[in-house]
């Protein structure tokens, strides 16, 4: 459902893997449906309802954030099992909705975080939880690209994106961007984000009625800071984590430097050789660069890909990689963030169901 934007980069998984079949591809332009209707031989519609027949066993939801709750309780309710994009939705009220169903269904219901294919992320879990980095003191996270200029002049020449919606989308760049890095960061750490501290802007998209740049602070249950700065009007990408004995940072998607106090590591993706050197500060481990590209969103082959961990689940009758609820806790950390910059103070984060 939904099958243009990122769904051209992953169609091929559906494609490659021998236990699916796609009987229908729903979108509400029918060019862009029957374009992707010809890769698998399948049936294309603009209507939602085909995802409900009952020959569909899954349903995958790649429509605007507002259109989620409505789709995703539909198709849960209907006893499909569901991978739905992220964010869960534009607001936590219907994120909390689309979890309530799901907490209901005994199908295998999950969130697409495409940044969980890259063996990367699993690697840094794995050397946070053997203490490699020590105490986890600060994270950090740049992600920026220019869609929000370029969305604003198609806007102000009449063609309008759900994107440039503030009712639609949920807010701008933070809330589209950052869910990547605020997850990725709860997950590999097993903290939680306890308070965040927040300012957005809009300085070079007046057509978007969202920010173009976001920029928060998040503290975390043990007292680590976490900074996460996002816009849609510049561009870069870089990931941190800083401990007491070791660091890792990434860059632009390819280049990982690593220092770890602890030794030798290696993983599925980071091989690193350990050593030590000293500074007026003490020993430190030696800093290494390594390459690390990403894999391709529509890679089968790839044992991460979340859309074949999805398939795979629903297929053995197994939960979800990324669950809803997991997802959902990401918009209660993105509420926090939008309140404090509407209201310029801190705000904790509340966990209470809605």
């Not at 309780?73 to 534009?90: D, M, S, T, Y």
């Not at 997850?183 to 501290?197: M, Y």
């Not at 859309?307 to 990689?321: K, T």
Request: proline share 3%; with cysteine.
């Amino acid at each position: 459902m939904g099958c243009d934007g990122m769904a051209t980069h992953y169609r091929s998984v559906y494609r490659d893997l021998p236990f699916v079949q796609v009987v229908s591809c729903i979108d509400i332009d029918l060019g862009i449906a029957n374009e992707a209707a010809k890769i698998f031989s399948a049936s294309a519609t603009a209507d939602f309802s085909a995802a409900l027949a009952p020959e569909v066993g899954a349903v995958v939801i790649n429509t605007p954030n507002m259109l989620h709750r409505e789709q995703a309780v539909a198709a849960i309710e209907a006893g499909k099992h569901v991978l739905l994009q992220k964010p869960v939705a534009a607001n936590l009220v219907d994120a909390q909705a689309i979890a309530n169903a799901a907490a209901h269904s005994d199908r295998t219901v999950g969130l697409y975080m495409s940044y969980f294919d890259q063996p990367l992320i699993h690697d840094l879990r794995d050397m946070i939880s053997e203490g490699r980095l020590g105490d986890l003191v600060h994270f950090y996270a740049r992600l920026m690209h220019k869609g929000g200029i370029v969305a604003s002049a198609d806007a102000l020449e009449g063609k309008h994106s759900w994107r440039t919606s503030l009712e639609k989308t949920g807010g701008g760049c933070f809330i589209q961007l950052a869910v990547h890095y605020i997850h990725i960061f709860q997950w590999i750490s097993g903290l939680r984000a306890v308070r965040a501290t927040a300012f957005t802007r809009n300085l070079h998209s007046p057509g978007v009625e969202g920010e173009d740049l976001g920029v928060a602070i998040l503290e975390m249950e043990n007292g680590a800071m976490a900074t996460l700065d996002t816009s849609w009007c510049a561009n870069g990408e870089q990931m941190a984590v800083h401990g007491t004995l070791g660091r890792v940072e990434y860059s632009n998607a390819r280049w990982l430097y690593v220092a770890s106090r602890e030794g030798a590591f290696k993983g599925r993706a980071i091989d690193y050789a350990g050593g030590l050197t000293t500074s007026y500060d003490g020993a430190h481990g030696v800093e290494q660069r390594i390459e690390i590209p990403p894999p391709s969103f529509g890679d089968s082959a790839n044992p991460l890909n979340q859309h074949r961990m999805f398939l795979e689940a629903a297929r053995d009758s197994r939960p979800a990689f990324c669950s809803i609820e997991s997802g959902v806790d990401d918009m209660r950390v993105v509420s926090a963030v939008y309140e404090s910059a509407r209201t310029g103070r801190a705000v904790e984060i509340k966990r209470d169901k809605i």
